[in-house]
């Protein structure tokens, strides 16, 4: 066991964890962060997203110890209230059915209008493609992103 400083949605956090324990669980069990969801373990499908640095990273095979001193952002913290653009136009779009990958493709839908504010349906989807949704609600995901790009989310 060791012991981690972190700086998770703007907060100053310790830890003491496996230095090999994902950050997933760190945050979902020693944290109570539980917005962010687990799937399929391996950082192919999407769910766990979180930001590092601004970037997005599959937090189920990322190290707690790789994470150390490092600026973290959950699905938590992309806004206070739920107003965050791309929040908004989720529910706009009704995006979610079961919504269960929702919080990995906001993170990963946010870290995208940060470096691309305005981005083509292409470069959505090219950027999307490693989140799965099971529902298959790819065209409002993108519907969604291309609204929220209207109303400037990469704020």
């Not at 945050?27 to 601004?54: A, F």
């Not at 189920?60 to 952002?73: E, K, L, R």
């Not at 059915?97 to 993170?107: E, N, V």
């Not at 981005?119 to 969604?144: F, L």
Request: net charge neutral; charged share 15%; proline share 6%.
């Amino acid at each position: 066991m060791a012991q981690f400083s972190l700086n998770i949605n703007g907060k100053a956090r310790t830890v003491e964890a496996d230095p090999t324990m994902p950050l997933l669980w760190v945050l979902r069990d020693l944290l109570d962060l539980t917005g962010t969801k687990y799937s399929c373990g391996m950082g192919q499908c999407g769910t766990c997203t979180v930001h590092l640095n601004g970037a997005p990273i599959r937090s189920c095979m990322f190290p707690i110890s790789g994470a150390s001193n490092q600026s973290i952002t959950t699905i938590e913290g992309l806004s206070e209230n739920g107003d965050h653009p791309l929040q908004l136009a989720w529910k706009e779009v009704d995006v979610p059915q079961c919504g269960y990958c929702q919080p990995g493709q906001l993170m990963t839908a946010a870290a995208l209008l940060k470096s691309n504010p305005h981005p083509s349906p292409e470069e959505i989807d090219a950027n999307m493609t490693g989140n799965i949704c099971r529902c298959g609600t790819y065209q409002r995901i993108r519907t969604a992103i291309q609204l929220a790009a209207k109303q400037g989310a990469e704020k």
